[in-house]
């Protein structure tokens, strides 16, 4: 695996693959990297000739300056939990690389980026679809891969890679959990052992809604009694907990399209997410 900061060598290395036929699969990423980058990563190795995983922290998609300062950069760990995955690169791009002198666009998706995260986090969607732009291009990327934990990312990046005519193929991938349920998060390892245990009251939470939305109890009372439950349990605020329709995002109050239940929710001063989808009821189930 080459570690990689300039995007004329990256250039360089990508076009010697272009010549020989090789496509290119890409994984995006801040690093702190956890199972569910590395699950990403193993999708990306089964379906592209090479692999490239980026690393950039970038700034334009955080809401603070402490929440930036807070992430975690661990490039030499992330590395090594590369090692084993036989990757081609670790692009890890210096800032003015992204960012240039005189940096002046800002790609921004409407739509599937309002509301949820969006809402709470203003401006957070269009730091991302501007830094996914530049990385898919700079890596001339044949396909990217995306966790389902950030189901509203991944919507927004599907949007613009059709809306631009980028030619990345954007592939999403199944959320990744720990033994208790708990949405694998890079932001996981801030909350300490007493919110850790409380945590598990989220997934299980959600998984209970949906499973009384998917039997035909009515939403607003299942996300009542989720509520009261994560109340209960010591969830400290639920920033949003709501029914939204598979992929487009639209606000629901019945699930009789494809639906999915969202939750954004602090717990010792740290924002945790999930979505998981409703089942859809077929007429002998
Ligand atoms: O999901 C993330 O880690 C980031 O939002 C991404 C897609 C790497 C863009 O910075």
């Not at 992430?71 to 800032?95: C, G, H, M, W």
């Not at 990046?157 to 890079?186: F, N, Q, Y």
């Not at 007493?194 to 998984?207: F, K, Y």
């Not at 639920?238 to 992929?247: A, F, G």
Request: with cysteine; net charge negative; proline share 5%.
């Amino acid at each position: 695996m080459k570690l990689i900061r300039r995007k004329t060598d990256l250039r360089a290395i990508t076009d010697g693959w272009r010549r020989a036929g090789e496509t290119i699969g890409v994984v995006p990423t801040m690093g702190a990297l956890h199972a569910g980058h590395l699950s990403l990563v193993k999708a990306a190795s089964a379906r592209a000739d090479r692999v490239i995983v980026t690393l950039f922290v970038n700034p334009r998609q955080f809401n603070s300056p402490e929440d930036l300062a807070k992430y975690p950069r661990t490039e030499d760990s992330d590395a090594q939990k590369l090692a084993p995955f036989n990757i081609d690169l670790l692009y890890v791009p210096a800032p003015e690389e992204i960012y240039p002198e005189g940096f002046a666009t800002t790609v921004s998706v409407s739509g599937v980026s309002e509301g949820l995260c969006g809402a709470a986090r203003p401006g957070h969607f269009d730091g991302v679809a501007t830094v996914v732009s530049k990385l898919l291009l700079q890596t001339d990327a044949d396909c990217a891969f995306f966790g389902e934990k950030d189901y509203q990312q991944l919507q927004v990046v599907r949007r613009l890679a059709r809306d631009l005519d980028l030619k990345t193929e954007i592939v999403g991938c199944p959320t990744v959990r720990e033994a208790d349920g708990l949405a694998m998060s890079s932001r996981n390892a801030r909350l300490g052992d007493t919110a850790r245990d409380t945590a598990q009251i989220v997934p299980r939470t959600l998984e209970a809604a949906i499973n009384a939305i998917a039997r035909g109890a009515p939403a607003a009372d299942a996300l009542d009694r989720a509520r009261m439950a994560l109340t209960d349990a010591g969830i400290e605020a639920i920033e949003y907990l709501e029914l939204r329709s598979d992929p487009d995002l639209r606000l629901l109050t019945t699930a009789d399209e494809p639906a999915r239940l969202f939750i954004a929710a602090w717990l010792n001063g740290v924002r945790l997410i999930d979505n998981m989808q409703i089942a859809r009821q077929t007429p002998d189930s």
